[in-house]
């Protein structure tokens, strides 16, 4: 399973009138039964949601007083997640003549209109308190506490990732839990702006909503909704004509397979890192030693010592550690073995967290070799998530192979990759002539499509570092420079850099400078020669300008390519 935990919202949500209907209990009651999580999210108090809702038991967390306080309804404990408000506010507010006014353990709550008294008197007293609206109510929290820090909180108190959450709710104090979820479900009830963000808007509303998503997380585990996720999809490189190559996270079987010093690592580290970024986690089997140094990672074993299964299985019981197994311990012939051993235990850890996100086997024609025969359980058909690295793809046994949805093919002859990988599957390999590919490029083939794609590879950290050094102020090829030549051809004013760009940009004449930008000629070079898809997208906003003025543009562009190459400045 992909969603091991449901996030819901209280008022709106699941209550309708402040009680929740015994469909929406069953359906609950029904989700748990499938053995994912439940957490309750709410700007409620939690004296007043006990009196209204006698089924607290089903959730293994509630967020109440809008993230300020953790409840546990097994053992009844309470944790409050900030300092309770000062009196002084309090007695302020009292005497201010606010009525209503609720005091929770961190929370202070009131109704509108008297939100403007309430602002009125933090700034009198220099307080550090911040005001969330939700559908008339005003509530009162210290600065950083909101839904999504209470739900942090009590992700991180059950070991579990948002990265396997989907979250429900209605109003704008939904926003910021939401956003945390790796899926964001609203009901029909919701605020419109809640709905434009969300990636799913239920037919139902309130609990009826709840129930028409309980129902498809059962079936399909969501699984419908994976192309509306692309915000999570991760970046493998940029094609030819500028458009980015990205996955998505979850549910994808690769193979990135060439000879060796073809950019394999290069590849895999990218990815690694972005995947790390937006908080997935991963365990690489390391055979050579080769990832021991990987940034933000902890390694486990070295050439004297076999790393403990008990204590991969440990570390990765801490969403946010990735982990590498470093295998140089372990006799070449036991390799094999010693994985076979540990997959099913990291299979075991990921139906019960949903981690690690990814499985990452480098040299994997040395642990998975062609006469390897594993078992339903060792690999069972549907595995997702699996990165396989090798130089020598038909020697990685078939029953692997099978699994793969995507390769990436690098070094001189990638066709040759194809066609072995091809007929260790006894399938047809993509026709194509032989393929050139330059530094830093591979070639992408989506099983099922007639042919693969070229692309730049987007390299990792470091590398991306000297890359912004080479298009900032380095020497670009004649074919990769910008040309400023004007409507009439006049001009030839080469720009082999972006400081060099800016420079010339400065001085052409203003019919030269508008030529090229009704043209689309700037954002086409920033992102097919400065491989910077985010550059030309803003680029490309500045161009479609119905009157664009030449100072005006001309400054956009420079401050866009300043925010991101100071050394063009």
Known sequence: MRYLTLACDYDGTIAHGGLVDEATVEALTRLRETGRRLILVTGRELAGLMRDFPHLYLFDRVVAENGALLYCPADRTEQPLGERVSEAFVQALRDRGVVPLSIGH????????????????????ALELQVIFNKGAVMILPSGINKASGLSAALCDLKLSPRNVVGVGDAENDHA?????????AVANALPILKERADWVTHGDHGAGVVELIDALIATDLRELEPRLHRHHILLGIDNNGTELRLAPAGETLLFAGSSGSGKSTLATGFLERLAEQGYQFCIIDPEGDYEAFAGTVCLGDSEHE?????VLELLETPE????????????????????????????????????????IDEAHH????????????????????????????????????????????????????????????????????????????????????????????????????????????????DKSFYFRG?????????????????????????????????GDYSRWFRIAIKDGALADETAETEAQSDPDPMETRAQIRSAIEQRYTRAA
Not at 177 to 185: G, H, I, M, N, Q
Not at 333 to 354: D, I, K, S, V, W
Not at 507 to 514: Q, S
Request: hydrophobic share 45%; with cysteine; proline share 9%.
């Open 106 to 125: 961190v929370i202070v709550a009131t109704w509108e209109p008297n939100e403007n008294t309430v602002l009125e008197t933090i700034r009198a007293l």
């Open 367 to 478: 642990l998975l070799p062609t006469l390897w025969k594993p078992t339903f359980q060792t690999f069972p058909q549907r595995l997702g998530g699996l990165l396989l690295i090798t130089v020598h793809p038909d020697h990685v046994t078939p029953v692997v192979l099978t699994a793969v949805t995507l390769i990436v093919a690098l070094g001189k002859t990638p066709e040759q990759t194809l066609q072995r990988f091809s007929a260790v599957l006894q399938q047809p390999a993509p026709a194509m002539a032989p393929v050139t590919l330059e530094p830093g490029q591979a070639l992408a083939w989506q099983l099922g499509q007639e042919a693969p794609i070229r692309f730049e590879i987007a390299p990792p950290e470091a590398e991306r570092r000297r890359h912004r050094r080479k298009y900032a102020d380095g020497e670009l090829g004649e």
């Open 487 to 519: 409507p009439q051809g006049a001009l030839n004013l080469r720009a082999e850099n972006l400081a060099r760009f800016v420079q010339l940009a400065a001085g052409v004449d203003d019919a030269t400078w508008l030529y090229h930008l009704r043209c």
């Open 321 to 360: 550690r990735n982990v590498v197994v470093n295998l140089l311990g372990v006799g070449l012939e036991n390799r094999p073995a010693y994985f076979e051993g540990l997959l099913p235990r990291l299979q075991t850890l990921r139906a019960r967290t949903g981690r690690p996100h990814w499985i990452v």
């Open 307 to 311: 790393p403990r299964v008990e204590e």
């Open 177 to 185: 839990f939401l956003s945390l979820c790796e899926c964001a479900v």
